[in-house]
């Protein structure tokens, strides 16, 4: 049988999961170039544009609705059945937490981000997965945000003035965070090299691989993400423990690292060309030097691609030719499992004798220069200091737990709780890590639901009746390397909130579940069952359309809104009562309203909005600062500075507030117009525009 018709039968008989595999490819590319999906709720002046967002959400949750009716027999192990219902039951509490969240709106958008991941994880989980396919699938998560990745190098070096890939001379194209674009390259360069380290691949596609690996890891550098760097020992640390073959893993990655290593001088001058000379975000001469160092970087990386695509060649061939045997194999594993131990001692007993001895000194001194956030870079680049204002989102995150253990505080609701209790200058919406967005946001019920869904997880996938035969055991293993990325490195960053590392990671997780546990699956197409699935499926997917459709309609009202409201105020003001109407419990809307009425000096219709606000969020504090300057306006000195006080409680850290407090029984007080020109030009200093 010629390899055209040995393919043509296996896309007859096991292609099935690549259809919705391909549609999600298609969802995670646009979002990948529309900045990740993590932005919901549009604000003035921001161009932020969240249909691509909206529209993937619907795509996926009717994609798992499609695939849950349409399958006439689902087979699901047991242990991949509780994974769905853990992160359902986390789901259902996500949204039971919009009942006590004092921000209801933010708790019913996060809620909606809950219910796209557990989507994307229920297909995958209930697709009829073999190891052909999930290669496939894992193969064009590859080409997808590899192909993502050779955009983003080219434009590096082709755009006159590159500036706008920038922040603080560091990569943030095309999520715009650069952590989670380091992240992301990271999941495609480690699922590269685990296919790339396949003796049966098509060398071409071998080769590819890795070279692709090389051009992400290059471009993880450029945006000097020192969570990355940190995380790297981890999670190659669980990859060489879940894949087989851990000598060929290691080896192969060998050659990428070794490519981003050669380029790494070049790409570090991007920042410290910049950065050293103290040059601003404003400085017109920034594009200049960003173009030429950009230029440079792209030269250095494609003549170590180019040399790396040649020993990659050369590596394939003769790795197609050199067949050791299987007791060979065991023991070079073995001897490499020693070698990493002899490696850990090694360095273990190196860094003794840097210390002299005084490990716990410093120790202690590495922490404290992690956790003083003045503690900045000093050379040419990021990846040398430790300096870090987490450890106070860190701090927070747990002190709002310890007031709410049980159940949280809501959903997506951390921004106002750190502007009440920051010791610093940051105005953070989310923790910083996965593990205390649980804890902060759903309680400790929220984190035993998550845990069991992780938990669940690995089993159904390390431990299925398939994980015993090793090509299966290889696949369930790559599928479940973007998970592992992102709960590693996801630890101390805010990773959920980017809905193209999530989904993947997540979805391919569901794929390791139902591929380890194929053999161990339990039927479920008897006609009673059929009827039972189908209809609990056709509640849930209504429900869940519902509410994206909701969270999708309202925010393009409001994007119609902060689109037209400069020359269209009347109209402006109608799609936000549209919005209102589909979320009459979200604050934000009000917030907007009130903010286009002080613009065009409607101070009767700005005070009703900031009142409105106040009355469905009381723990935002813009709305009390702008009534209070409201009042002092009218000359009503008593209520505010009742307002100001609150505002100032809500956030005492507000210089601003501060200021207008003050000020709020003399005879000058703060006037709206002041304070609006002072918080442009914050916001212009801090961001560049």
Partial sequence: MSRIETLSRRVREEGLPLIPAGLLMAVIIVWAFTGGGYEARPVLD??????PWYLGALVLVGLWCATALGLARIRISRW???ACAALTAYTAWSFLSI??????????????????????????AI???????????????????????????IRLAALPNPSGLYLDARLVYPLGYYNADAAMFMMTALVAVALACRRGGAPVLRVTGLVLAAVCLQLAVLGQSRGWLFTIPLVLAIALLIVPDRLRLLLFALGPAVAAAAAAPALF?????????????TEPRLGQILHRQGVHAAHAMLIADIALALLAALAVALDRRVLPSPMTKRRLDRALATLAVAVALAGVAVGLVAVHGHVVGRVEHAWNSFANANTGPSGSSRFTALGSQRVDFWRVALHEW??????????????????????????????HSLELRLLVHTGLIGVLLFVLFVTAVGIAALRGGGARRRPVRFAVAVALLPFVVWLVHGSIDWFWEFPALSVPALAFAGAATALGGEAA??????RRLRVVRLSVTAVL????????????????????????????????????????????????????????ALDYGEAGAARHYFEQAERHDGEEWLAPFVLGLLAGERGDRAQSKTQLRRASRLNPGEQIVAQAFARAGSRHPLTIEQAQRMLSSRVQTRFGR
């Fill in 541 to 596: 997917g209504v429900g869940a359309l519902a509410a994206v459709a909701i969270a999708y309609a309202s925010a393009h009202e409001i994007q119609r809104a902060v689109t037209i409201w400069r020359e269209r105020p009347a109209q402006a003001y109608a799609e936000l009562r549209s919005a209102s109407n589909l979320m009459p419990f979200d604050a934000q809307i009000y917030l907007l309203d009130g903010s286009i």
């Fill in 46 to 51: 921001s161009g932020y544009d969240p249909n």
């Fill in 80 to 82: 991949a059945a509780v």
């Fill in 521 to 526: 699956a339990a039927a479920m197409g008897s």
């Fill in 402 to 431: 310890d007031a709410h253990p049980l159940a949280g505080i809501g959903q997506d609701n951390f921004a106002a709780s750190y502007l009440q209790h920051r010791h610093t200058e940051e105005e953070p919406r989310w923790a």
């Fill in 269 to 281: 001058q991007v920042y410290g060309k910049t950065t050293v000379g103290g040059l601003t975000p």
């Fill in 127 to 153: 697709l009829p997965w073999s190891r052909w396919s999930v290669r496939v699938a894992l193969a064009g998560l590859v080409c997808g945000l590899g192909a993502v990745a050779l955009v983003t190098a």
């Fill in 99 to 124: 009942l006590w969240a004092h921000d209801q709106g933010a708790a019913f958008l996060g809620s909606v981000r809950a219910l796209v991941y557990l989507a994307a994880f229920a297909t995958f």
